[in-house]
């Protein structure tokens, strides 16, 4: 099922609306983007905890939540 902005909103707080539909467009659950979500913000606590690295669509999230702190301001 495809989230919702406000589903997406409450996952990763106040973003742009612009990654929100970036978000959405990747067809992701709320279980998927809450696992990049995760990667994001504390990749060493889940390597350390032995999980694989993410893939499919969860890498997918993981590089447009990146990318977005990338830009120059």
């Known amino acids: 099922m495809t989230m919702t902005s406000h589903?997406?909103?409450a996952i990763l707080g106040p973003v742009d609306h612009t990654l929100v539909a970036e978000v959405i467009a990747t067809g992701a659950t709320?279980?998927?983007?809450?696992e990049a979500f995760a990667w994001v913000n504390n990749d060493e606590a889940l390597?350390?905890?032995g999980r694989r690295l993410a893939s499919g669509r969860v890498a997918a999230l993981v590089d447009?939540?990146?990318?977005?702190e990338e830009e120059p301001q």
């Open 30 to 34: 709320q279980a998927e983007l809450a």
């Open 47 to 49: 390597i350390g905890e």
């Open 7 to 9: 589903e997406v909103i």
């Open 64 to 68: 447009l939540l990146t990318s977005d």
